[in-house]
T-cell receptor
Framework: NAGVTQTPKFRVLKTGQSMTLLCAQD?????MYWYRQDPGMGLRLIHY???????AKGEVPDGYNVSRLKKQNFLLGLESAAPSQTSVYFC??????????FGPGTRLTVT | AQKVTQAQTEISVVEKEDVTLDCVYE???????LFWYKQPPSGELVFLIR??????QNEISGRYSWNFQKSTSSFNFTITASQVVDSAVYFC????????????????FGRGTQLTVWP
């Protein structure tokens, strides 16, 4: 039982490049979330999903897209990376929406 | 409006001292959940506790204790006899009841308190 895993752990992008962050959970959770963590800001919700095939915007969705084609996977895409997207990205999943299990994080640097 | 306020940005203590991390929250809901997470230098988020709004009983777990007071909208976290391994960033978070205009159980995080425990 791996819990919540994130791929990759680290990535460096140049401005304008694109990439996809993968979140996978093996707990059969319906709800999945993407957060970003910036220094002194805590974690802020980017997008979330309440089930396979559904996604919705969170607090800071601009510049990101997501997809939930399979229940166990939640993908976060950056179509044209900007330095402002340099951050640590956390994925979380939840069974009952009140207790979230977090992945180990992905550290992204955009130069 | 910020829903969770952690006014202490950084705290430094010497090993074996007691330390309290403050958390003040804001919500219009009568049903909500409060959380504390620990983020050690390795970066992962470690769940510490969840408390629902109907349970004001204080909780103790080893050297950790939590004081929930609805009257002051506070959910403070105390570490007794602190140790170097307690050095981390601690986040308080709030989740509001589903269907009350909230984003389906999303967590509102405070900005965190960096705790450093010196040997």
């Amino acid at each position: 039982n791996a819990g919540v895993t994130q791929t990759p752990k680290f990535r460096v992008l140049k401005t304008g490049q694109s990439m996809t962050l993968l979140c996978a959970q093996d707990m059969n959770h319906e709800y999945m979330y993407w957060y970003r963590q910036d220094p002194g800001m805590g974690l802020r919700l980017i997008h979330y999903s309440v089930g396979e095939g559904t996604t919705a915007k969170g607090e800071v969705p601009d510049g990101y897209n997501v997809s939930r084609l399979k229940k166990q996977n939640f993908l976060l895409g950056l179509e044209s990376a900007a330095p402002s997207q340099t951050s640590v990205y956390f994925c979380a999943s939840s069974y009952d929406m009140y207790e979230q299990y977090f992945g180990p994080g992905t550290r992204l640097t955009v130069t | 409006a910020q829903k969770v306020t952690q006014a202490q940005t950084e705290i430094s203590v010497v090993e074996k001292e007691d330390v309290t991390l403050d958390c003040v929250y804001e919500t219009r809901d009568t049903t909500y959940y409060l959380f504390w997470y620990k983020q050690p230098p390795s970066g992962e988020l470690v769940f510490l506790i969840r408390r629902n709004s109907f349970d004001e009983q204080n909780e103790i777990s080893g050297r950790y204790s939590w004081n929930f007071q609805k009257s002051t909208s506070s959910f403070n976290f105390t570490i007794t006899a602190s140790q170097v391994v307690d050095s981390a960033v601690y986040f308080c978070a709030l989740s509001e009841a589903v269907g009350r205009g909230s984003t389906l159980g999303r967590l509102y995080f405070g900005r965190g308190t960096q705790l450093t425990v010196w040997p």
